[in-house]
């Protein structure tokens, strides 16, 4: 009997399973073996026995949760095919953050592919997203509304750094997530011209260093320190989106309050935000992107991981692609990945 998606992935408590494998894909309890697709929270959670990942990634989860986060742990290299029980897997670039891989599970002719989170922008602190032909491809869809259209990140990083020479005498703190998000804005300000210190919350510099060891270049990126943000007028300053809403961002020179987020598409989260200058800025794929990528794969049959997951399945429908939303919790966590309501979009 031929092999059927089924048999190579289905829906357990701990979320993708794959029975012939016997591995879970980015689960959310832990399991005996887990595969893991990248390094933020939602999708890497200690404790698993057994971990499998890209280099990058386990460096990644090392710093986070300490060296003890697994039982034990593999190398996956990126395209090469490995043997895991009955199917064989494979990672391949992502484009989400440094390490990202989406997960390729084969058996008998059948393939299926689960992306984690991915992007098709250009990154340069991570690989570009590599389409993989499949018969099933298991997708995010944070950004999964038709509204979400993403704008040239390059063109944003220039509208900060065009503020600041129009206030060079205030503080500009951009809120960022710590993996990824930073380390990508930092890039950007350097392929753009930045030349001057880029000013780090203590909460982004282990995972700012680890990215310099992996080769990302960044330049100098100093601790903010207590007792001299007084000093820090005309610099940029980057942190985690809450530290905008606490005492730490206020004791700055007249602080420019920037958000680097895809959801700085929506101008009433920017306001709700307090947000002076919002930064559409995402480590996630846009509408047109979600539905362009599906269409590259040549998948007949869709599977929505998380986010928007109806209109991107309702669309799919309307092209003749089989599709289904797993409704899967626990995903969502990345510092962009936060419901939007359609109406909301709109505002």
């Known amino acids: 009997m031929s092999t059927r998606a089924s048999d190579l992935l289905t829906l357990t408590r701990e979320g993708l399973y794959c029975p012939l494998g016997d591995f879970h894909v980015d689960p959310t309890w832990p399991v005996p073996r887990a ?13 698993h026995a057994h971990v499998m990942a890209t280099p990058e990634t386990l460096r990644i989860m090392a710093v986070r949760y300490g060296e003890d986060f697994c039982g034990s742990s593999q190398e996956a290299i990126l395209g090469d095919t490995l043997r895991v029980g009955g199917v064989t897997v494979r990672f391949v670039p992502a484009g989400h953050v440094l390490g990202s891989a989406q997960v390729v599970i084969e058996r008998e002719g059948m393939r299926v592919v689960v992306s984690g989170d991915y992007k098709r922008a250009a990154d340069p602190t991570c690989l570009p997203f590599e389409v993989v032909p499949c018969d099933v491809f298991i997708t995010e869809a944070t950004f999964g509304l038709p509204v979400f259209t993403h ?22 703190i951009v809120g960022a997530y710590a993996l990824g998000k930073a380390q990508r804005v930092m890039a950007l300000l350097r392929e753009e011209g930045w030349d001057r210190p880029i000013h780090l919350h203590g909460a982004m510099e282990k995972l700012t260093e680890l990215y310099k060891r992996e080769g990302i270049p960044l330049g100098e990126t100093p601790k903010v320190v207590a007792a001299a943000r007084k000093d820090l007028a005309g610099a940029i300053v980057i942190c985690p989106p809450s530290s905008m809403q606490d005492l730490w961002s206020r004791k700055f020179p007249d602080p420019v309050t920037c958000f680097a987020s895809g959801w700085m598409r929506v101008r009433a989260r920017a306001r709700q935000k307090g947000v002076e200058l919002p930064l559409v800025i995402s480590d996630h794929a846009d509408w047109p992107d979600l539905c362009r990528t599906i269409r590259e794969t040549g998948a007949g049959e869709v599977w929505v991981t998380h986010g928007q997951e109806d209109a991107l399945v309702h669309w799919c429908g309307s092209v003749g692609i089989r599709a289904k939303p797993l409704h899967l919790l626990g995903y969502g966590d990345d510092g962009e990945a936060e419901p939007a309501a359609p109406a909301e979009a709109a505002a």
């Not at 595969?35 to 404790?47: C, E, K, N, P, V």
């Not at 390059?154 to 065009?162: D, P, S, T, Y």
């Open 35 to 47: 595969l893991i697709t990248h390094g933020h929270a939602d999708h890497a959670r200690a404790g």
């Open 151 to 172: 704008p040239d990140t390059r063109g944003e990083v220039r509208k900060l750094i065009a503020s600041q020479r129009l206030f060079p005498e205030r503080t500009h």
